[in-house]
């Protein structure tokens, strides 16, 4: 399924959580933080107010309650707002 995001929103992949800790300690899915960085999958046209700055293929930041989880294909994304995106990552 290919998804287009409307407006000024994006489809973000997050990276995967932190399976085992520097002492090699395995954290349960329970445990992990929700990651809050992930890699920019596809972007709207942007809206007459605010232009499209991010691009397919950006590696961004986001804050930990932003966005909305979907499931795509097995696998779950985040679309949210551009303007909760806090950074890009370079």
């Not at 002492?23 to 445990?31: C, K, M, V, W, Y």
């Not at 986001?62 to 979907?70: D, N, P, S």
């Amino acid at each position: 399924m290919k998804i287009k995001p409307l407006a000024d929103r994006v489809l973000i992949q997050p990276t995967a959580a932190e399976e085992v800790t520097a002492a090699g300690i395995i954290i349960p899915d329970s445990a992990k933080e929700k990651p809050l960085k992930g890699k920019v999958l596809a972007v709207g046209a942007g809206t007459k107010d605010e232009e499209m700055v991010l691009k397919e293929g950006d590696t961004v930041l986001y804050g930990k309650y932003a966005g909305t989880e979907v499931e795509l294909d097995g696998e779950k994304v985040i679309i949210m707002r551009q303007n909760e995106v806090l950074a890009v990552v370079e």
